[in-house]
């Protein structure tokens, strides 16, 4: 069992003590507090310690202010600090103004102020005297350009020229609170330090290992950032091309690489960077002709070999060039792909599960031409297979992580360039038993998969946006069968056939109508009186913009049982024949 060490210190308890010696390190992000993080903690510590604006209303030996837990481990002396870096990078700059401050008033007790704020900035000697070329604090931050602005103003307590970083402006603003209130109150001022040291109260919690101190955070944080598996990546990177006298290119690297990745997987859970290594890590196990079904944690995967793939120069070359193919898949970018492509990634997108973006992932790293490009055709006709295959899978095979097997198997047929899921095809009187049997209820996430795949085979159907929200909407609406029940409409009222996506703020509008009523309202017409123009109602709101629901507002006048039996069969039988266009039937 990992061993944990958790105490309750006072601010100068922590920072006093002789061996205290803190790292802010290369994987954490930049220091990010602002004004308003700093006039919050301001507030509170002034209201805390000067209750009431008297210094008589405090009881020294009982008050007491909690600051939250600091979670740290111990690595060669130091602890690098995994949780609490905002706040204890804030109070030593707090600190730092008072002490500066500190010199307009030599009574005996500011001296010992005085003294006490010196113990915990900088590290002393036997005599506790300081030594003010050794901070008690550390940073190597990869990505912060600014760190050396933060420590240059712990030693010398001067807002350099040309200081524009977040240190300086919290500085800055801690230099006029600090001012403002010495001459306000200046009987009181060495009461307030003294309070934030010996009455203000930190949980340090200490690991002896990272993978531990990462867990505690977590565990404990459910409003803060958690450090992810990309920031210990990115320190891995840092160690390396700093090593090779890259350091700087590096830096700037990564923040393009984290800027991409922002704009790449804008909507997906958790960290954007992390979904990118993942992504990536597919590839890799491809290339090595991985096919082990077993799930592998991000970080276990690249800490092999002592982070090996990190330390070569292809791997940030891959993934940029794999974040700025995602980027592009994103906005539908009509230069970089053609409109067919464009129109299978918007199926895919609505695929049962995110795992064809692994496969789309390896298929780009391993086809990509020397301009990062890929060959049309060939990327349209995979596109197309891939979504069959996912869709026909899912129906016949429904469990949990069934699709991963053959997969990861077509990865490495992708890499090898034998891909074609040749193991894996579809007997036809079987997948149509099955389709033809399924039950497509709007729980099930392959019911939108198929109307997405459904909407996107007629020819005049456009490219449609993939951020617009769709529903689920019933041609022939449910409540209209309660109201009416024909013959087995019932029965069929959740078919297929009589199911289409509908963006939607066109389905509110359209709810229980009967079908002339919604043909109107598909076409951007108002029901009733009021005038018809195509496209907008009356009052600027918009119709529909799925080709199929247009197509039969123009030509229908209702929507039947006869109807819903024809569409289905029309569906089902489609995506059978599409199936065998895409190589996926035996014989």
Partial sequence: M????????????????????????????????????????????????????NIEDFDDDIEEYHLGPIVTFENGGKQEIIDGQQRLTTLLLLL?????????????????????????????????????????????????????????ILKSGKVGKGFKSRYADNYRFFEKKVNDFLQDYPSYFRYL????????????????????????????????????????????????YTSIGQKDDFIKKWKELEFLSSEAFKGVKGNSTDELFTRYMYYRRAIKGNTDTTRTGLRKFYERDNYVILK???????????????????????????NRILRSLFVLNCAPNGIWTYLVSVYFLCRQEPDGQLDEE???????????F???????????????????????NVKNKEEGFFKFKFDRDAISDIVNRYEFNNRKQITRSMLA??????????????????DTEHIYAQKRVKLDPIGSIQERIDWLGNKS????????????????????????????????SKGKTSKGKNGTRIHELLEMADQQTDFTEDDIVRRNERILNSFVDYLDRCGLLKG
Avoid at 119 to 134: H, Y
Avoid at 453 to 470: A, I, S, Y
Avoid at 509 to 531: E, H, I, V
């Fill in 2 to 53: 990992s061993e944990i060490k958790i105490d309750k210190k006072t601010v100068y308890e922590l920072f006093s003590e002789k061996r205290a010696d803190f790292l802010i390190p290369d994987y954490q992000r930049p220091y990010a507090w602002e004004e308003t993080e700093c006039q919050t903690l301001w507030d509170d510590l002034k209201d805390f310690a000067i209750p009431n604006n």
């Fill in 378 to 388: 060939q990327f349209f006709h995979f596109l197309e297979r891939i979504t069959a």
């Fill in 453 to 470: 795949w459904w909407v996107f085979q007629f020819d005049e159907q456009e490219l449609l946006k993939l951020d617009t929200r769709f």
């Fill in 312 to 338: 070569e120069q292809q791997t940030l070359i891959d993934l940029k060039a794999l974040a700025e193919f995602w980027r592009d898949v994103h906005k539908q970018d009509e230069e970089r792909f053609s």
């Fill in 96 to 152: 730092r103004a008072f002490y500066e401050r500190s010199f307009n008033q030599e009574d005996q007790q500011t001296k010992n102020m005085r003294e006490m704020i010196e113990q915990c900035i900088w590290k002393t000697n036997a005599f506790k005297e300081a030594n003010k070329n050794a901070l008690k604090i550390d940073s190597q931050v990869a990505t912060d350009d600014d760190k050396g602005e933060f420590l240059e």
């Fill in 193 to 240: 330090p003294v309070r934030i040291l010996n009455n203000c109260i930190l949980l340090p919690i200490v690991a002896n290992n990272q993978d531990t101190a990462l867990q505690i955070f977590s565990t404990l944080n459910n409003r803060g950032k958690p450090l992810s598996d990309a920031d210990i990546f990115k320190s891995q990177f840092y160690k390396y």
């Fill in 390 to 412: 996912i869709w026909a899978y899912t129906l016949t095979n429904p469990g949990i992580g069934a699709l991963s097997i053959p997969i990861y198997q077509e990865m490495v």
């Fill in 501 to 532: 996506l509908l963006e939607k703020e066109v389905n509110i509008r359209a709810s229980d109508y009967r079908f002339a009523d919604k043909a109107a309202l598909y076409k951007g017409r108002q029901t009733g009186k009021g005038k018809t």
